[in-house]
């Protein structure tokens, strides 16, 4: 722009000074006057010419840009496809002799390669880390409304983390409970593998087998029964059972996945010769990094940032105390005795209404704080180089484009172990069958989670996940793509959560305010918010 300006005003130079100035040094009257005139002329000229260029220029930009990343991510899905069909299975026999129904699905085997999030790649970018900003403004927001509440009604400053409190109360106890559930996965599986491909090799395979087996029940009998008897019997609070519960599932997947890459090569080895177990510090590191889908390596980044391992805790820090404010001051106060109230369809949907804005906002929270912060914490100082936690769901014109990108790492296990497992025990011929078996275990898994977290079955999350999402999923499909879709996927997650955070919030306060005379199945398994209402 500079360089264009310059040369605009050599050009007018010139026809200020085609007449020789008289002897004595002095110009003629009159013309610095008309150079200057002249010079203004054509600068006023170019400023137009000049705007019109840089838009010209920015467009031809963005058009290049856009050409080439469309060519580049073609090259590298190219060399990804190639790179996965020439890669044999974990452990298991080269691609050539492997079945004619098992080539497809090895086609689509999870790879793992070094890229950062989504969201650190935006942030980047000066005007999403704006919005950045302006949801710690709203934290921050939030403090001072608290202050001058706290201090308009009691007189001084004080801040109440009550909640906090009380949702991370009996934590010791969580994390005792930890120990037992940790040390069984870290070693039932490996040893149930290994038993299984020492009786392979010594042709004692009867034998193997049934301990190892034995050992897989006890393992998953103790990570099915432990936590529930200690969150049961010690009746904790919801934030310690959410310690327990996700570590429960989360430990299930990742054996499950480890046995399943790991036997299909001890399975196809030939009288015993080849089998070799994987090593145990790949699965010792398996059970930390922040993936379901298990691999004898990963790639890995040269250091470790302990400054970005610090923000991210930091962060997470952050969103558990928005959480509890927007708890502590939008939902509190309008569910709190709700349940003492004469029941009304008026006050139900008005309640759903108010709850949407603190849902969505639970959301993102929840979204941000693990998917992004815990997770990307973890793979930094696991110096693991696969950071696609997510996508860009945010953008989704479907229900199945959101459930893909939402948590691609739940995503990745269920398509792996699931659709394709499911897909190949049916032939390959039933896609909508195995779609609906994911559907299935994701909604049964969900209201589970809830169920151990809250304390009661209440099954808001299976009727949303399974008898709405399951149907929209097939409706709403990626055929979709203007921006209305992008706006009704908006609005139906706004009323998803408002029902949610509603419903679940009545049932909770009305289980307090109207506790059962006699404990029966039917009286745990009915809502009690229905009935609880004077």
């Known amino acids: 722009m500079e360089r264009r300006a310059g040369q605009l005003r050599r050009r007018a130079g010139p026809k200020g000074e085609q007449e020789d100035p008289p002897s004595g040094g002095e110009p003629p009257s009159g013309s610095a006057e008309s150079s200057g005139r002249v010079g203004g002329n054509a600068e006023a000229h170019g400023g137009p010419d000049l705007v019109q260029w840089t838009r010209h220029m920015e467009a031809v930009k963005m058009e290049l840009l856009d050409q080439l990343q469309g060519q580049l991510l073609e090259l590298l899905d190219r060399a990804m496809s190639e790179a996965v069909q020439s890669y044999p299975p974990q452990g298991g026999p080269p691609s050539d002799s492997l079945s004619k129904t098992q080539e497809p699905f090895l086609k689509k085997r999870k790879v793992f390669i070094i890229r950062k999030s989504l969201l650190d790649e935006l942030m980047e970018v000066q005007h999403f880390r704006t919005i950045y900003h302006m949801f710690i403004a709203g934290l921050c927001v939030f403090i001072i409304s608290t202050l001058a509440i706290d201090f308009i009604d009691e007189g001084r400053l004080m801040l109440e983390f009550d909640l906090l409190i009380f949702s991370f109360g009996q934590l010791p106890l969580a994390l ?75 430990f299930l997947m990742k054996s499950y996945s480890f046995l399943r890459e790991a036997v299909p090569g001890i399975l196809h080895a030939k009288g015993g010769k080849g089998v070799q177990a994987p090593s145990f510090s790949s699965y010792f590191y398996f059970l930390f990094c922040p993936t379901l889908i298990y691999r004898e390596t990963y790639p890995r980044t040269p250091n470790v940032k302990w400054n970005y391992v610090a923000k991210n805790f930091a962060q997470a820090l952050g969103c558990l105390l928005y959480a509890c404010f927007i708890l502590g001051r939008l939902c509190v106060p309008v569910f709190a005795n ?93 896609r909508r069958a195995a779609m609906v078996g994911v559907f299935l275990v994701s909604a049964v898994v969900h209201e589970y ?20 999402g399951g149907p929209m999923n097939f409706l709403m499909n990626d055929r979709h793509t203007g921006p209305a879709w992008n706006v009704l996927m908006w609005t139906m997650l706004f009323l998803g959560q408002g029902i949610q955070l509603s419903l679940y919030c009545q049932e909770w306060y009305a289980r307090r305010h109207c506790p059962l005379s006699q404990t029966t199945f039917w009286g745990l398994v009915t809502p009690r918010s229905w009935s609880c209402h004077t």
């Open 449 to 468: 989670i809830f169920g151990f977290v809250l304390g009661f079955f209440y099954p808001v999350m299976l009727i949303l996940f399974l008898v709405i």
């Open 176 to 250: 005792m409970t930890w120990v037992p559930m940790f040390l069984s996965t870290l070693l039932v599986p490996y040893q149930a593998l290994w038993l299984w491909a020492r009786s392979q090799a010594g042709g004692v395979w009867k034998l193997g087998m049934g301990l190892g087996c034995m050992l897989l029940v006890a393992h998953i009998a103790l990570l099915g029964v432990l936590p529930v008897h200690v969150a049961s019997e010690y009746q904790l609070p919801p934030a310690s059972c959410s310690v327990l519960v996700f570590e429960q599932v989360r």
């Open 338 to 430: 709700m349940s003492r109230e004469p029941f009304s369809t008026r006050a139900l949907v008005l309640s759903v209404m108010h709850a949407t804005l603190p849902g969505i906002f639970m959301l993102l929270l929840i979204f941000f704080a693990f998917l992004h912060c815990w997770l990307n914490a973890f793979a930094e100082m696991l110096r693991f180089g696969d950071r696609m936690f997510y996508r860009d769901w945010w953008n989704s014109t479907s229900f199945s484009n959101y459930y893909r990108t939402w948590n691609v790492v739940v995503h990745d296990w269920l398509y792996s172990y699931v659709y394709q497992d499911g897909l190949w025990l049916l032939g390959g011929q039933a």
